[in-house]
């Protein structure tokens, strides 16, 4: 009899189990690669649609550019531009497959490579996606 209970005990328990599993995995899963291209650029795949993350990045832009700038945005193909900590910034969104979209980010300061904004941008966009 306690074989049975045990038994019922673990089967009642698994659904919930593998749910937590699941629900903690949809975090972690988001991101498929994260990388930087050279000194100023970062790129980013993501498991979203291309208008979600377009729609997402233009307000990540427009909370972290900086005060009296305004940003360029690009319908097509997607771009935007702005002054960020000082650093000529470039963000670009495109459609990799159904579901998964490309995030590039771009920074030069004084005309020199600025991974260091490029990699806070992509910070912020992959953190407000999330």
């Known amino acids: 009899m306690t074989r049975s209970l045990v038994r019922s005990t673990f ?16 975090g972690v899963g988001y991101v498929v690669y994260e990388k930087a291209l050279n000194d100023s650029v970062h790129e980013a ?16 832009m427009g909370f972290l550019i900086d005060p009296k700038t305004e940003l360029t945005v690009r319908t097509f193909p997607r771009s935007i531009q702005a002054r960020v900590d000082g650093a000529d910034v470039v963000v670009e969104v ?19 490579h600025d991974g260091a ?4 941008v992509m910070k912020a966009i992959l953190d407000r996606l999330s």
């Open 11 to 26: 089967a009642l328990t698994l659904p919930f189990l593998s749910g937590c599993a699941l629900v903690a995995g949809a």
């Open 117 to 120: 904004t490029s990699n806070e």
């Open 45 to 60: 795949q993501v498991k979203d649609d291309v208008d979600t993350v377009w729609a997402s990045v233009q307000e990540t």
């Open 94 to 112: 495109e459609t990799y497959d159904i579901d998964r979209t490309i995030i590039r980010v771009r920074a030069e300061k004084y005309l020199t």
